[in-house]
């Protein structure tokens, strides 16, 4: 289906588009592509490996595209004024979307997991490319995130897999609508609350998305997308959750700090289990994982056995490391039900909060800026603290009107401790001069891969 053919990706570092550029490249495509921040020298080890791989890359002024047999994979935002979108409108090239390349080579597979919901999709995407694999079943997996699972020497970014076996696992995203592109076998429906779009949009797309699948796996704990469910009388639906009559049930649960364990009760039986990542969302994950895993036919007991050694994804709930009793997280948290399960979780434990939040774009701020004020305001303590920098901004026009002084003004008013200060290296500062011993410091942000290493610096920091 890809062999032979030239694909041009612009923007190869996103999160979405590197995985999918090495899905091709083992398929055996041709791949290039460009990047903003391999121009603006950052995040040079990504670029590094990917070269290795013998991915050719360039700079994003139309250099790389000198053929219109190339497909220019773009996002469908980017305007026609960027040199590469210039270059190939010229040249006749085809452009796609990353979704709509993704689409294809997910619904030529012979049997497929789609992992839908505002919450948890990668995790979820990770833990049943996991289970998968362990049971020998050689999946391909397209995650958004790093899974440690599959770090190794040769894939230290291993947000893909590429395997031989007949199943393809991928997450799918609603905030662009093309969620609408799958038709999978098995639909997990993780939860439905408010991000990108509106709850109407929300309910339209996840119900198409629900109907269209053999076996939907979903989230009988969550109001919304138990509604959305109940009327469909889905022939396969599956669910998963706290209640007493969810299909996969967890019970009698303890917390631990880097992971849990709880009881699994499914198909008739009764299963410990033992997660080492932490969290009562974790342990819906896992619940969604397994049930979704059984639905292509792993054993009860196979899934459970795999899902106690998946080790996570980088940036969720990723300890960083600890200095002087003080540790730092690294996490994805960025809208209000990512970061509620954070701070719930940090919570569970004793020790004071400092968190630092990048928000995602100024436009997130003003569709969902008083809910991410009260989720701070609900989750944080009043010895807690949080501090947040101007939002991430890599170029473009955008309004600018309402940032994220909006944001710590509500979360102050509600009588808890935030701060807004501009710059990303002024809140590094101000963390570590907060610091003090049994300090929990967690770093949240998306759709920037800088702040692990601002993470990472502030620890460096913390220890001298």
């Known amino acids: 289906m890809h062999k032979n053919k030239s694909y041009f990706f612009c923007g190869i570092g996103g999160s979405g588009m590197l995985p999918l550029a090495n899905i091709v490249r083992d398929a055996g495509a041709s791949v290039a592509g460009s990047d903003r921040a391999l121009d603006q020298g950052r995040l040079g080890p990504k670029f590094e490996w990917l070269q290795s791989l013998g991915i050719n890359l360039f700079p994003q002024d139309g250099s790389g595209l000198i053929s219109g047999d ?33 689409a294809d080579l997910f619904n030529a597979a012979p049997r497929s997991v789609a992992v839908g919901g505002t919450s948890g999709k990668s995790t979820v995407t990770g833990m049943v490319g996991w289970i998968l694999t362990d049971a020998g079943r050689d999946p391909t997996i397209m995650n958004g995130a790093v899974m440690k699972n599959f770090v190794a020497d040769d894939a230290p970014f291993a947000s893909a897999r590429v395997g031989q076996g007949d199943v393809f696992v991928s997450e799918v995203d609603e905030s662009d609508g093309s969620i609408a592109l799958f038709t999978p076998e098995v639909a997990v429906l993780n939860n439905v609350s408010l991000d990108h779009k509106s709850l109407e949009e929300l309910r339209q797309l996840f119900g198409d998305f629900a109907r269209k699948a053999k076996a939907c796996v979903w989230n009988a704990d969550d109001a919304e997308t138990a509604a959305l469910i109940a009327p469909m009388a889905l022939p396969g639906a599956i669910s998963f959750g706290f209640c007493a009559d969810a299909h996969f049930r967890a019970t009698d649960i303890t917390d631990l700090p880097l992971g849990s364990r709880f009881t699994l009760h499914a198909m008739g039986d009764a299963y410990p289990v033992a997660l080492i990542v932490p969290g009562r969302h974790n342990i819906a994950n896992a619940l969604a994982a397994i049930a979704a ?27 960083v490391g600890t200095a002087n009793d003080i540790t730092v997280i690294d996490d994805f948290g960025h809208n209000p039900d990512k970061i509620a399960a954070t701070l719930t979780t940090l919570k569970a434990f004793p020790g004071r909060i400092i968190a630092f939040f990048q928000p995602h774009g100024y436009g997130p701020i003003r569709v969902m800026g008083a809910e991410l004020a009260d989720v701070f305001a609900d989750n944080l303590g009043n010895a807690d603290h949080l501090i947040l920098c101007d939002p991430v901004y890599f170029g473009g026009t955008v309004d600018k009107s309402i940032g994220s002084q909006r944001i710590t003004d509500a979360v102050v008013a509600a009588g808890r401790n935030a701060d807004h200060i501009p710059s990303r290296e002024d809140c590094g500062n101000h963390i570590v ?32």
């Open 293 to 319: 895993s059984v639905a292509l036919g792993v054993s009860v007991a196979q899934a459970v056995r795999s899902v106690e050694r998946f080790n996570g994804l980088a940036r969720r709930f990723d300890i």
């Open 433 to 464: 001069e907060l610091a003090k011993a049994g300090d929990r410091i967690v770093i949240m942000g998306a759709r920037d891969d800088t702040l692990s290493a601002f993470a990472a610096g502030v620890l460096a920091r913390l220890q001298h």
């Open 70 to 102: 190339q497909i220019l994979i773009a996002s469908a935002a980017i305007e026609d004024s960027v040199p590469d979108v210039a270059t190939a409108n010229a040249l006749g090239c085809t452009r796609m979307t990353r979704a709509e390349l993704l």
